[in-house]
């Protein structure tokens, strides 16, 4: 069975205090890992898939890392309106995606 | 407007009655998917649709029903709702030939009292 499981449940940092969201992954064949933003009252928003170990990209303070059990989602500097939900998923080949519960992160100003 | 839309955003109902959440999208988007969002367990997929007229399940099926007769829409029918279903449900959609990135609707939120 497909899992995604993401620490911490919860962070709180200063604004520009830089840090790192995991998402640790078990998945029967990989067709991509996909990170999404979710503010309070909407859908999630798409920010990044990531199909292969190594693969890095980047979005203005964001930048998401895949090996193969974990990918990383490192935020440099942080501003308050990064506070966010992050939500980690996994898609096999039969089209399913998985996500994980997700990160809340609040920056502090 | 264009972009995937959800309706009602909000909806209040009773044990055992019947409710249908609607998603529509402009895109002519291909492929259409059903999750709900609890406390705990992150996003779980319900149904999906490849295209018109083609429907499957998803981790959580179960007394749910879904029908997809046009391209641009595709409702997601409680047939008779149990409070274990209340939860805020998401809509989303996926180009064809596996674009991989998904778009999501804004959110039904359901109580079943």
């Known amino acids: 069975e497909d899992q995604v499981t993401q620490s911490p449940e919860a962070l709180r940092l200063q604004e520009g205090e830089s840090s790192s969201l995991n998402c640790s992954y078990t998945v029967s064949g990989l067709r991509g890992l996909f990170w999404y933003r979710q503010d309070p009252g909407k859908g999630p928003e798409f920010l990044f898939t990531?199909?292969?170990a190594g693969e890095e990209k980047e979005k203005e303070r964001l930048k998401a890392t895949l090996t193969k059990k974990e990918s990383f989602l490192h935020i440099t500097a942080p501003k308050p309106e990064d506070s966010a939900t992050y939500l980690c998923?996994?898609?096999?080949?039969?089209?399913?995606?998985?996500f994980g519960p997700g990160t809340r992160l609040s920056v502090l100003p | 407007d264009a972009g995937i839309t959800q309706s009602p955003r909000y909806k209040i109902t009773e044990t055992g009655r019947q409710v249908t959440l609607m998603c529509h999208q402009t895109w002519s988007h291909s492929y259409m998917f059903w999750y709900r969002q609890d406390l705990g367990h992150g996003l779980r997929l319900i149904y999906y649709?490849?295209?018109?007229?083609?429907?499957d399940k998803g981790e959580v099926p179960d007394g749910y029903v879904v029908s997809r007769s046009k391209t641009e829409n595709f409702p997601l029918t409680l047939e008779s709702a149990t409070r274990s279903q209340t939860s805020v449900y998401f809509c989303a959609s996926e180009g064809a030939g596996g674009t991989d990135t998904q778009y999501f609707g804004p959110g039904t939120r359901l109580t079943v009292l």
């Open positions: 998923a996994v898609r096999n080949y039969g089209q399913n995606f998985v």
């Open positions: 649709s490849a295209a018109a007229d083609i429907t």
């Open positions: 990531l199909y292969s």
